[in-house]
């Protein structure tokens, strides 16, 4: 009998788990020539989280749970899931319902009859949410497009269904600093997308404010695009040129007008320009080289405290 391997990572979600349990399981009874396990994922949560998930447990036998020992983010909490699940077709999505279970029949329809390596799922639409979150994201895929040999889908989510040599690709990626849905895209294979609705949380709060997704935006840049670094060569050069040809007009000036004091806003305002230019071009070195020094480190991507998987099954 093959196996869906259901990934949850989960973050404060007391109030979502109980009734994302119910709706996961009204789907796995429509798939009863499945076996099942689910592998909630629980990245530091300071609610009663953890509790819930053993309570799962006890009532199910399908269900896993691992805790990490504190908040690692949603990128680990998703790698974890992936590293410890066992099923041929491989599940990740979130536990607020945002993700639509009843989708997964034909997810796997897609992989099963129409040959696709993987299904995912995008929103057509961002009901609900700030204009300017909304503008600012839609911007962030443009760029990553351009700028980027990895392709990123407008709305895509991490919510998809995966065959067991796609989840052994991504898991050959073992990089701390990830952007998962950079990933899925650099490994390649045959990908349909799902469009779908926007649908709300059913309980609690986003963990993803405006500045978490400027962040996370940074981050999924630098780990696919070298761009940031010839741009930065680039304003140097042009920068370099225009000092040259302002030397040349200065000397010019000097011997046909003489060399009066004078300009001395001007000169102020270029140095700040230029200056500010400079730091920002560290800043954008300094971003690659801090990525580069934590991957050196070869820190563990996350460190379990509690977990009922089974003895000999990988943490």
């Known amino acids: 009998m093959e196996k869906i391997s259901v990934i949850v990572p989960c973050y404060n979600e007391e109030e979502s788990l109980p009734l994302f349990y119910p709706e996961i399981k009204k789907v796995r009874d429509t798939l009863p020539e499945y ?17 819930i998930m053993r309570e799962l447990a006890e009532k199910d036998e399908e269900i896993r749970y691992l805790s990490f020992s504190r908040n690692f983010g949603k990128e ?3 790698y974890a899931g992936l590293k410890n699940a066992s099923g041929d077709y491989v599940v990740l999505m979130d536990a607020d319902l945002q993700h639509p279970p009843a989708l997964l029949p034909e997810m796997l329809k897609g992989i099963k009859e129409e040959g696709y390596d993987s299904v995912a799922t995008r929103r057509v639409d961002r009901q609900g949410e700030p204009p300017i979150r909304s503008f600012f994201a839609r911007q962030f895929y443009k760029l990553m497009n351009k700028i980027s040999q990895t392709e990123l889908v407008d709305g895509a989510q991490d919510y998809r269904m995966m065959t067991r040599q796609f989840v052994d690709s ?9 952007f998962s849905k950079g990933l899925f895209g650099w490994v390649g294979y045959k ?6 609705e926007n649908t709300e949380r059913v309980a609690g709060e986003t963990k993803w404010s405006f500045w978490n997704l400027l962040k996370y935006s940074i981050d999924g840049i630098v780990a696919f695009s070298t761009a940031p670094l010839a741009i930065a060569m680039v304003i ?37 320009l230029i200056g500010g230019v400079q730091l920002i071009c560290i800043g954008i070195l300094g971003t690659y080289l ?3 020094y934590l991957e050196v480190k ?18």
């Open 298 to 315: 070869k820190r563990p991507i996350y460190i379990a405290k509690e977990t009922n998987l089974p003895k000999g099954e990988k943490e």
């Open 191 to 196: 990908t349909k997308w799902l469009p779908h």
């Open 290 to 292: 801090s990525k580069a």
């Open 170 to 178: 991504l898991l050959e990626l073992s990089e701390y600093n990830r």
């Open 236 to 272: 140097g050069i042009l920068f370099a040129c225009l000092a040259f040809i302002m030397v040349i007009f200065i000397v010019v000036r000097t011997l046909i007008f003489g060399d009066p004091v004078a300009g001395w806003p001007t000169l102020a305002c270029l140095i700040l």
């Open 35 to 51: 076996a099942f396990e689910y592998i909630l994922v629980d990245d530091g949560s300071k609610d009663r989280t953890v509790e």
């Open 76 to 78: 680990s909490a998703m």
